[in-house]
């Protein structure tokens, strides 16, 4: 009887938040076509912001910020939800390179192409160009760019190679290569299951998943930036890979040679910690990806 009750309440509360998500990103495409138009860029980068921390307090999600840096320059980090994008835009408003078929996505792909997403067709060599070529741009005009650098989405257990064309963009414009750990828990500090949009999940079950979720905490530890005239792109992409997964996995070593399936390469010199200085920050607070 009490553990029927209780299911019910947990159903009750997840449906109200679903239709709370509902009713936010419906406010956020208003916002998105009657405002925009009329504002400048950090206002609307401030807009966006702010969307992203509220979705977090209606999903009921805790962020928790763990800061060895800012978040400047293109940043990169593991990928284990849609969430991942909302989590790190509640933090610093950035433009995502991400997954053409994102564009389609009911409102959110909306929303995600009037928010500064950077779209790539995958498997087309010629539209990989162009979207290193916008990247670099906006990298130089000292735009925050994030990426996911796994080319697609895990359970958080563990961090899956990384495509390193990715990085290139951060060495044409000379700008910094923040690496940033992200890591769902429960209130135990035990890895959450519910945000990871892995496997054959749809996209409203993952949704549901999350809104059924109790004490749900995303960490967010902000590591070191890379400077990107330390090293040339694979060697940024594999020193990034290494920093993320040993703060994910600390107890877990990786080989001196060999990341979980990055190899570094041999004959470049250590990607050293960046000495430059970011850029005046826009914001007024603190993909996928493309063939390698």
């Not at 239709?19 to 916002?31: D, E, Y």
């Not at 070191?224 to 600390?250: G, T, V």
Request: hydrophobic share 45%; aromatic share 6%; charged share 20%.
């Amino acid at each position: 009887m009490i553990s029927a009750l209780l299911s019910a309440h947990l159903n009750v509360r997840a449906a109200f938040r679903l239709a709370r998500t509902g009713l936010h990103l419906f406010w956020g495409c208003v916002t998105v076509a009657l405002v925009f138009p009329f504002v400048g860029l950090p206002r609307r980068r401030a807009l966006k912001q702010r969307w992203s921390q509220q979705l977090m307090d209606v999903l009921g999600i805790r962020v928790v910020i763990e800061s060895n840096g800012q978040l400047t320059g293109l940043l990169v980090a593991n990928h284990i939800s849609f969430l991942d994008i909302y989590v790190i835009n509640a933090l610093e408003p950035a433009a995502f390179v991400s997954k053409d078929e994102v564009a389609d996505w009911p409102l959110i792909g909306w929303l995600c192409r009037h928010t500064e997403t950077i779209f790539l067709a995958r498997g087309n060599r010629r539209a990989a160009q162009r979207t290193s070529a916008t990247m670099t741009a906006q990298l130089r005009s000292g735009a925050c760019i994030a990426v996911f650098p796994e080319g697609t989405s895990s359970r958080g257990d563990a961090v899956l190679p990384f495509h390193s064309a990715l990085f290139q963009p951060a060495v044409d414009a000379g700008t910094t290569v923040t690496p940033v750990a992200l890591r769902y828990e429960d209130r135990t500090g035990r890895l959450h299951a519910a945000p990871a949009y892995v496997d054959d999940i749809t996209l409203l079950e993952c949704l549901w998943s999350i809104a059924c979720a109790t004490g749900l905490v995303v960490r967010v530890a902000i590591l070191p930036a890379l400077d990107p005239a330390a090293a040339e792109r694979r060697h940024l992409s594999a020193a990034a890979h290494q920093a993320i997964s040993e703060r994910l996995n600390p107890s877990r070593p990786a080989p001196p040679d060999v990341r979980r399936g990055v190899e570094i390469p041999r004959d470049l010199p250590t990607a050293r910690p960046s000495t430059l200085r970011p850029r005046d920050n826009l914001s007024p607070t603190p993909s996928d990806s493309f063939p390698a």
